[in-house]
């Protein structure tokens, strides 16, 4: 099966008629006139109306944008975007002290969530750091489950996290 290039246009059984605008390992992203963007799979039932000759390169430039993504989160400290829970959007957070004649403090508690997230942030780029290090083995293990206690010590945290895999994990029980 000859691959179709980036350009080429074709007529779906289902869409319609549309136009090649990316191709990957396993499927072409096509415009249809009818449709809006959609992926098929390149041996989808259609027929070709024009093949543009150019030549396909069959890592897309998702897969190479996603790759780049891992690589930058694994071996620096740019940080992913973390979003904190829908219902703390907005919300305020006091702290009062037992001592009435004292005055409270209000944060904003997404200011506060953003501390903790660059808390967190700086956590796995110092453990990206301590592994990667010249440091002995047993080292890098004490060091580490200081890291993960730190992690333990401030799960009390995660209930401001909107997606539970972003959430802080201690030392799990075995």
Do not use: C
């Amino acid at each position: 099966m000859k691959l179709l290039g980036i350009g080429s246009r074709i007529n779906h059984t289902s869409y319609g008629k549309g136009v090649v605008t990316n191709v990957d390992s396993q499927q072409y992203w096509v415009t249809f006139i009818e449709n809006g963007l959609e992926t098929i799979p390149l041996d989808d039932d259609f027929e070709t109306i024009e093949a543009a000759e150019n030549e396909v390169d069959t890592v897309s430039f998702f897969d190479i944008e996603s790759s780049l993504v891992s690589i930058l989160k694994k071996y620096s400290d740019v940080s992913e975007v973390v979003h904190i829970g829908d219902k703390w959007k907005g919300g305020i957070m006091e702290l009062k002290p037992a001592d009435q004649n004292l005055k409270s403090k209000e944060i904003k508690i997404e200011d506060f969530f953003h501390k903790i997230t660059m808390v967190r942030d700086r956590l796995r780029v110092m453990e990206q750091k301590i592994n990667s290090s010249n440091l002995e083995e047993q080292e890098k293990i004490d060091l580490q489950q200081y890291i993960t206690r730190i992690y333990g010590s401030l799960t009390t945290f995660n209930v401001l996290f909107k997606l539970k895999e972003q959430q802080f994990v201690g030392q799990k029980k075995k």
